[in-house]
């Protein structure tokens, strides 16, 4: 199992450009969830996926896009990279049903740099 | 919406000692109450979580404690080691629906010194 996989690690954007940010688990998990995390300020909700063909903001969605492609892949898409979203992102999913617990399991994270 | 408060920020304790970090949320609704430990470069790892129906919880050198009256809870370390040196965050949801939204603290960056 690789669990929770990201990609890329790494990226650079310049103003104004796009990129999609992929996320994937083989856990077969219904849920799924996209985080930023900021110097000092935790990890924030950006976009949440409770099930295959859902998608609902999180606590700070403006400025991206997500896709639930199919039930072990979600998306995170920047239409129009600014400096502010220069952070590193993690994707996270859980599986609330059945008897197992809540927790949810991260992803190794995409650093982030806008110029 | 739910807001979670967490502290110290940055406390030092030297090996062997105990650690407390503390976290008071907002909404009364929430039922679910997990702890996070991180390492430099590294994902956000589970150590130990409870319910809303269970007032202690402990795992080794780790307990947590929830105080549902006054909404706060805390994450309580014993025998402390240097491997324990990483940030913490504690975070709070309601798990609703098949999903759990988590809203996380600012974390704790716990110094562990031989």
């Known amino acids: 199992n690789a669990g929770v996989t990201q990609t890329p690690k790494f990226q650079v954007l310049k103003t104004g450009q796009s990129m999609t940010l992929q996320c994937a688990q083989d856990?077969?998990?219904?849920?799924m969830y996209w985080y930023r995390q900021d110097p000092g300020m935790g990890l924030r909700l950006i976009y949440y996926?409770?099930?295959?063909?859902?998608?609902d903001k999180g606590e700070v969605p403006n400025g991206y896009n997500v896709s639930r492609l199919n039930k072990r892949e979600f998306s995170l898409r920047l239409e129009s990279a600014a400096p502010s979203q220069t952070s590193v992102y993690f994707c996270?999913?859980?599986?609330?049903?059945?008897?197992?617990?809540?927790?949810?399991?991260f992803g190794p994270g995409t650093r982030l740099t806008v110029t | 919406g739910e807001n979670v408060e967490q502290h110290p920020s940055t406390p030092s304790v030297q090996e062997g000692d105990s650690a407390v970090i503390k976290c008071t949320y907002s909404?009364?609704?929430?039922?679910?109450f997990p702890w996070y430990k991180q390492e430099l470069g590294k994902r956000p790892q589970l150590i130990i979580d409870?319910?809303?129906?269970?007032g202690e919880k402990k795992d080794q050198r780790i307990a947590v404690t929830l105080n549902k009256t006054a909404k706060h809870f805390s994450l309580h370390i014993t025998e402390t080691q240097p491997e324990d040196s990483a940030v913490y965050f504690c975070?709070?949801?309601?798990?609703?629906?098949?999903?759990?939204?988590?809203?996380f603290g600012a974390g704790t960056r716990l110094a562990v010194h031989p």
């Open positions: 996270a999913s859980s599986s609330l049903g059945g008897g197992k617990g809540y927790e949810q399991y």
């Open positions: 856990m077969n998990h219904n849920s």
């Open positions: 996926s409770a099930s295959e063909g859902t998608t």
């Open positions: 909404d009364s609704a929430s039922n679910y």
């Open positions: 409870i319910r809303s129906n269970v």
């Open positions: 975070a709070a949801s309601l798990v609703s629906g098949g999903y759990n939204k988590l809203i």
